[in-house]
């Protein structure tokens, strides 16, 4: 059974000789069944600043986008939220203020909870 995204970060190991080898022990995972969970662990990593899974997120988006496109839509809204602004970031795209967004969503909850 292949690993999912969150077993693949589990099973990282982290050195100071190589601080740059996170993507590419999870690349050693891709094979054609489970392209989405090695992408979704690299854009994790990438949203996370590591600019090895960046570059490695890059290259999969550019070579599956209409693919990606698909599973970003099919995310939870926060989830997909978070993989759109890491995917726009990685591409070099300008990603939208959202803080507006976070307001108003903080705002609905604060109504919410008092209700």
């Not at 993989?83 to 903080?106: H, I, N």
Request: charged letters at 30%; aromatic letters at 4%.
């Amino acid at each position: 059974m292949a690993a999912t995204a969150e077993e693949m970060l589990r099973e990282l190991r982290f050195s100071r000789g190589e601080p740059d080898a996170v993507a590419r022990q999870v690349l050693r995972h891709l094979d054609d069944t489970n392209w989405t969970e090695v992408m979704r662990a690299l854009e994790m990593l990438a949203s996370a600043g590591w600019t090895d899974a960046e570059v490695a997120f890059r290259g999969l988006v550019l070579a599956r986008a209409e693919d990606w496109l698909a599973e970003c839509k099919a995310l939870p809204l926060v989830e997909r939220l978070v993989a759109t602004m890491t995917t726009l970031r990685v591409l070099g795209e300008p990603t939208p203020d959202v803080s507006d967004l976070v307001a108003k969503a903080e705002e609905a909850l604060r109504k919410r909870r008092a209700n």
